[in-house]
C-alpha cells in the first residue's frame, strides 16, 4: 500500500473517532461550537472518503485512455472537499447566527472541553504524518486534507474557550460568537485549498525557482546551444516536462540521442518522478516567429 494511500485511511479513522466523541458532546452541552465541530467531523469524514477513493485512482497506471495517467484524480478529490467545507462553513454560519439572537446558553462544558481535547491531540498527530507524506509523495489530495485538519486544530481550541468564557466567566452569546469565527476560518481554508486544485487542473507551470533550477542543470550539457520552449505542469503528484533544444546540425542522430539520455538521466537524479520529452531541434531552428514564450533561449542567462 503506498503512503499517500496510508495517510487517507488514517484520515478516515481519525473523522470516525473524532465524529463520534463530538456527537456525545454536542448532545451533552448544545453547544453550537461543539455542534460545529460535529459538523466539521462529519464533512471530514466524507472528505477523507473522497481522498481515499482519488487516491487510489490517481495511483492507477497509465491505460489506452488515459496516457498521462489519473494524477489529476487527486486533484478533483481536492474540489470535492473544497465544496464540501464550504456548505459545512454555511449550515455552521446559519446554525450560531440562530443561536446568537436566541440567547441561547450551553451546559456542562466539560464534557465539551474534554473531547476537544482529545481532537486536539489526535489531529496534531494525523497532520504530523500528513505532512510527512506530503513532503515524500506530493499529494494534492493528502495536502489539501490536511490543510483542513489542521483547520480543525484552530476550531477545536476555539471550542475550548467559547465554552470557558461562557460557562465559566459567565459571557453570554460567546459560545455562538466562537460559532461564527470557526465558520469564517471553514471558509477561508476552503478558498485556500481550492487554489492548488485549480491550478492543477490548469496545468500552471512550475514555480519560476524550479523552472529555473530545471534550466540550470540542463545548463551543464556543452553540447546544448539553446533551450526553448519549456512547458511544466504537475498531476497528481507527478511531473511532466516537454522542451526543444538547439544542437548542432552536423551532429548524427545517434550523437545527439546519447546527449539526450544524458540529459534525461541527469534530469531524472535531479527532478525524480519527472517525466521528461524533449524535441531536438539543428540550432536556429525557429517554429513559431513572434512567440517569445516558445522561441526564447532560457540558457542564454545561465552561462
Same mark, same amino acid.
Given at each position: ?17 473524532? &465524529?463520534?466523541? %463530538? /456527537?456525545? !458532546? ?5 453547544? +453550537? *461550537? #461543539?455542534? =460545529?465541530?460535529? @459538523? ?28 498521462? &495517467?489519473?494524477? %489529476? /484524480?487527486? !486533484? ?5 472537499? +473544497? *465544496? #464540501?467545507? =464550504?456548505?459545512? @462553513? ?34 496534531? !498527530? ?7 507524506? #506530503? ?169
Amino acid at each position: 500500500m503506498n503512503l499517500a494511500r496510508r495517510a487517507a485511511l488514517a484520515s478516515v479513522a481519525c473523522a470516525v473517532l473524532l &465524529g463520534t466523541l %463530538k /456527537a456525545w !458532546a454536542a448532545w451533552r452541552t448544545g453547544s +453550537v *461550537a #461543539v455542534l =460545529a465541530s460535529l @459538523a466539521d467531523s462529519v464533512l471530514d469524514l466524507v472528505a477523507s472518503l473522497v481522498t481515499l477513493a482519488g487516491v487510489h485512482w490517481a495511483s492507477q497506471p497509465a491505460d489506452h485512455d488515459h496516457r498521462f &495517467g489519473h494524477g %489529476k /484524480a487527486e !486533484a478533483l478529490a481536492a474540489l470535492f472537499q +473544497v *465544496a #464540501v467545507i =464550504a456548505v459545512s @462553513a454555511f449550515a455552521i454560519l446559519l446554525r450560531a447566527s440562530q443561536r446568537l439572537m436566541e440567547h441561547q446558553s450551553s451546559v456542562e462544558a466539560e464534557y465539551g472541553i474534554a473531547v476537544s481535547l482529545i481532537a486536539i491531540v489526535v489531529t496534531l !498527530a494525523l497532520t504530523r504524518y500528513q505532512r510527512a507524506v #506530503v513532503r515524500r509523495t506530493g499529494s494534492i489530495a493528502i495536502g489539501t486534507d490536511r490543510i483542513h485538519y489542521e483547520s480543525d486544530l484552530f476550531l477545536n481550541s476555539a471550542v475550548i474557550v467559547a465554552l470557558a468564557l461562557e460557562s465559566y466567566a459567565g459571557i453570554a452569546g460567546a459560545d455562538a460568537v466562537f460559532g461564527i469565527a470557526i465558520g469564517l476560518w471553514l471558509l477561508f481554508g476552503a478558498w485556500r485549498a481550492s487554489v492548488a486544485a485549480i491550478d492543477q487542473l490548469m496545468d500552471k507551470e512550475w514555480p519560476e525557482e524550479k523552472r529555473q533550477r530545471f534550466v540550470e542543470v540542463a545548463a551543464r550539457h556543452p553540447e546544448l546551444i539553446g533551450l526553448h520552449d519549456l512547458r511544466t505542469r504537475t498531476s497528481g503528484s507527478k511531473d511532466f516536462v516537454q522542451f526543444h533544444i538547439w544542437m548542432d546540425p552536423h551532429m548524427t542522430v545517434l550523437e545527439s540521442h546519447d546527449v539526450v539520455e544524458r540529459l534525461e538521466k541527469e534530469l531524472a537524479e535531479e527532478f525524480p518522478g519527472t517525466e521528461v520529452l524533449i524535441h531536438v531541434d539543428p540550432e536556429g531552428q525557429i517554429d513559431e516567429p513572434g512567440n517569445p514564450l516558445a522561441e526564447t533561449d532560457l540558457l542564454k542567462d545561465t552561462r
